[in-house]
T-cell receptor, first 115, second 112 residues
Framework: KAGVTQTPRYLIKTRGQQVTLSCSPI?????VSWYQQTPGQGLQFLFE???????NKGNFPGRFSGRQFSNSRSEMNVSTLELGDSALYLC??????????????FGPGTRLLVL | DAKTTQPNSMESNEEEPVHLPCNHS???????IHWYRQLPSQGPEYVIH???SNVNNRMASLAIAEDRKSSTLILHRATLRDAAVYYC?????????????FGTGTRLQVFP
């Protein structure tokens, strides 16, 4: 099976712009989660989708949003970009229904630089 | 979410065993102990998980204390490829979520 894919891999934007990142989960996986990784804050949970429904949301401002499509592919959007949004954005998928045991499979990430 | 405490860094020589400790004194009865690692320039990858009993797989072993307040990830023979940040994470089986709460992890350096 192909792994989790994320596009684009690298992105440069300027402050005030918006950005959309895409994630294709492993075939058959219905759960997709997003994380932000920065040197200062480490890995932080953004949100989680299962069957097109947001199941959980992390402590991020409303500028961060996401959605999941019927084919389980997911997108996240960040509006009005700030310098502090520069980070590695990671997507993970699992086959789960949230029992606490499922393995999360991570993509390679999208590295976003905001100038 | 229950918290874990890990040393910031550890060192090992190649082909030696490595024991990575994790303290989780506030663990609940339904929390599974998961370990993930992140190699340089990659996303995290699953290593192993367990509830009460010790667990083994092709990558590592997980030793869980009898009171479950601590656990140890054991790499039996470290290789250069094992140099990574290792994260110990508690996941609540009753939470109906896949959310992972990452701590700061342990950065493992492996020397030839």
């Amino acid at each position: 099976k192909a792994g989790v894919t994320q596009t684009p891999r690298y992105l440069i934007k300027t402050r005030g712009q918006q950005v959309t990142l895409s994630c294709s989960p492993i075939s058959g996986h219905r759960s997709v989660s997003w994380y932000q990784q920065t040197p200062g804050q480490g890995l932080q949970f953004l949100f989680e989708y299962f069957s097109e429904t947001q199941r959980n949301k992390g402590n991020f401002p409303g500028r961060f949003s996401g959605r999941q499509f019927s084919n389980s592919r997911s997108e996240m959007n960040v509006s009005t970009l700030e310098l502090g949004d520069s980070a590695l954005y990671l997507c993970a998928s699992s086959s789960s229904i949230g029992t606490g045991q499922e393995t999360q499979y991570f993509g390679p990430g999208t590295r976003l630089l905001v100038l | 979410d229950a918290k874990t405490t890990q040393p910031n860094s550890m060192e090992s020589n190649e082909e030696e065993p490595v024991h990575l400790p994790c303290n989780h004194s506030t663990i609940s009865g339904t929390d599974y102990i998961h370990w993930y690692r992140q190699l340089p320039s990659q996303g995290p990858e699953y290593v192993i998980h367990g509830l009460t009993s010790n667990v083994n797989n092709r990558m590592a072993s997980l030793a869980i204390a009898e009171d479950r307040k601590s656990s140890t990830l054991i790499l039996h023979r470290a290789t250069l490829r094992d140099a990574a940040v290792y994260y110990c994470i508690l996941r609540d089986v009753a939470g109906n979520t896949d959310k992972l709460i990452f701590g700061t992890g342990t950065r493992l350096q492996v020397f030839p």
